[in-house]
């Protein structure tokens, strides 16, 4: 099932926008996804894939064989100080439209994808997160529950958690 991912590596090839925005970890001001449990993975940096809009800091393909080898996208977003549910869910939308656009490009087959559009943040007050889960987030003609936890949890935790 790596190959998968090495078809998304080699679609999006070495000199393109995409390949620019190819990071090694999903981190930002002292808040992180911990990805050290799934090898074959490849994470983008939301803002350096588009910066004419708001956009999740992170959008991660991975292969997670606990899922029967199914291609799993996150879309996360990492907050070390207050959460802003609009502005989450704007940012959330606009990453999964990116991601879609990207298995669009790659030719990735839909049905074998599970979507995660994530939200960490280092504490959580009870309305925000009384807030958030009223809100879903479209993705490919779904509404998915954004799923939210504290900073420094590992992407395979959440899977198994949520799946």
């Not at 999903?26 to 809009?53: A, M, N, W, Y």
């Not at 490009?105 to 007050?125: D, G, N, Q």
């Not at 889960?133 to 799923?147: F, G, L, Q, V, W």
Request: hydrophobic share 35%; charged share 30%; net charge positive.
């Amino acid at each position: 099932m790596m190959e998968v991912i090495t078809d998304i590596s080699n679609c999006i090839g070495e000199d393109t926008e995409y390949a620019k925005a190819k990071i090694d970890r999903c981190s930002e001001h002292g808040c992180k996804l911990v990805l050290d449990s799934l090898p074959h993975r490849i994470i983008f940096k939301g803002e350096k894939l588009v910066q004419t809009r708001k956009i999740c800091d992170c959008i991660i393909f991975a292969i997670y064989e606990g899922l029967k080898g199914n291609l799993i996208v996150g879309i996360v977003e990492l907050k070390s100080k207050t959460v802003d549910t609009n502005n989450v869910v704007q940012k959330l939308t606009n990453g999964s439209q990116v991601a879609m656009n990207i298995l669009s490009k790659c030719k990735m087959v839909r049905e074998k994808l599970k979507f995660y559009p994530i939200v960490l943040a280092k504490r959580w007050k009870p309305s925000e997160l009384k807030t958030l889960k009223k809100r879903k987030i479209p993705i490919a003609d779904r509404k998915y529950n954004i799923i939210h936890e504290k900073c420094s949890r590992r992407f395979r935790e959440i899977i198994q958690k949520y799946r």
